[in-house]
Structure formats: C-alpha cells, structure tokens
T-cell receptor, first 114, second 118 residues
Framework: NAGVTQTPKFQVLKTGQSMTLQCAQDMNHNSMYWYRQDPGMGLRLIYYSASEGTTDKGEVPNGYNVSRLNKREFSLRLESAAPSQTSVYFC?????????????FGPGTRLTVL | AQSVTQLDSQVPVFEEAPVELRCNYSSSVSVYLFWYVQYPNQGLQLLLKYLSGSTLVESINGFEAEFNKSQTSFHLRKPSVHISDTAEYFCAVIDYAYSGAGSYQLTFGKGTKLSVIP
C-alpha cells in the first residue's frame, strides 16, 4: 500500500515550457487535491476533485489545469510555466464516509522555473 | 471564508523543555481542526484532529491540542520535546458549512518551524 505517490520528485523548467505533474493514490479515495507550498505561505489549494469526473478551482488556480483521469489519478498541468510557479507541489486524497475529514499527502514535487 | 493564523513562524526550544505552538482561526460554528507535521523534505502527516466531543485531543507521540471555542484557538502543546520533534507544524481548518459539495477544503496556516536545541 503506497498511499499517495507523485512523479517527478524534482523538475527544472524554462519559462514558457509545459509539463504535467502526476499523482496517484491506491486507497480508493473519492476526493483528490493539488496544493502548492511556498516559504512563509503555508499550503494553498490549486484545484480539487471531489469525485471522479468532477474538478473545481481552489484558491490559486490561475496558470494551471487539472485532469481527473480515473479514480486513482489526478494530474496537474502547467501549460506555460512562469518563475512565479516555482514551488513545492503536493497532492492529497481523502475518502468519504467514516474518517472522511483526513487528507493524506504525497511526498511532493519540487519545481523550479528559470 | 476561513482564515488560520499561526502566531509564531519559528520557535526554538531546548530539548526536554515544554513547547506551545499557537493557532487561531476565524470564527465559525462548524469547524474541524487539524495539526499536520512536515519533517524536512517530506510531505505532511496528520498529527491530531478535533472533530467533536472532548475539547482536548492527543497524538500518539505526546502532543496535545485543546479546542477553545470562545477564543477560536487550537494551540498545540508538548510537555517535553525531543530532537526528533524538529519539524514544521501546520494548523488547518475545515469549515464544513462553507465547503460545498462535500469538498471539505482545508485552509492552512502559514506554519511554525519548531527547532529543538540539544
């Protein structure tokens, strides 16, 4: 049981390049989330998917798109990367029903945009 | 919308001394409260949570937090810290009346870095 996995662990991009961050969970959770973490800012929600087939914007969605590919996978895409998107990105998942309040986090992807 | 304030960005403390990490949230009658811990270069792990019932909640490694509704606070305490407690601690809240469609969005504070000095 790997929990929440994220790929890649590290990535360096040039301004204007695109890339997709991958996230998968093996806990059969319904809801998945993407956050970014910046020094002194805590974690801020980018997008979330309350269930398979649905996605919604969070606090800081500009410059990102998401795809809930299936129940396991939730990807985050940067179409044209900017230096302001240099950050650590975390994916999380949450079940519904008993214990539905707790989100489980992946190890993160450190992204640098030059 | 909810907001969470962690009053201290960094807290240095000597090993075996007590520590309190402070957290206040904006007023609401419908909140779940959490403390998450992040060890260096890792993701976040749930430390403890308050959903309902007893206002004092405990973790397996000696931390405790008390929900104080009148002061809208959820401070984290440990009577004696260890070197291994060095990490960043995040307070977070779900306002389950505000979160639509069962999204249960977490709002995080900015974090408190706890440094335990040998």
């Amino acid at each position: 049981n790997a929990g929440v996995t994220q790929t890649p662990k590290f990535q360096v991009l040039k301004t204007g390049q695109s890339m997709t961050l991958q996230c998968a969970q093996d806990m059969n959770h319904n809801s998945m989330y993407w956050y970014r973490q910046d020094p002194g800012m805590g974690l801020r929600l980018i997008y979330y998917s309350a269930s398979e087939g649905t996605t919604d914007k969070g606090e800081v969605p500009n410059g990102y798109n998401v795809s809930r590919l299936n129940k396991r996978e939730f990807s985050l895409r940067l179409e044209s990367a900017a230096p302001s998107q240099t950050s650590v990105y975390f994916c999380a998942s949450r079940n519904s029903g008993s214990g539905a309040d707790t989100q489980y986090f992946g190890p993160g992807t450190r992204l640098t945009v030059l | 919308a909810q907001s969470v304030t962690q009053l201290d960005s960094q807290v240095p403390v000597f090993e075996e001394a007590p520590v309190e990490l402070r957290c206040n949230y904006s007023s609401s009658v419908s909140v779940y409260l959490f403390w998450y811990v992040q060890y260096p270069n890792q993701g976040l792990q749930l430390l403890l949570k308050y959903l309902s019932g007893s206002t004092l909640v405990e973790s397996i490694n000696g931390f405790e937090a008390e929900f104080n509704k009148s002061q809208t606070s959820f401070h984290l305490r440990k009577p004696s810290v260890h070197i291994s407690d060095t990490a960043e601690y995040f307070c977070a809240v779900i306002d389950y009346a505000y979160s639509g469609a069962g999204s249960y969005q977490l709002t995080f504070g900015k974090g408190t870095k706890l440094s335990v000095i040998p």
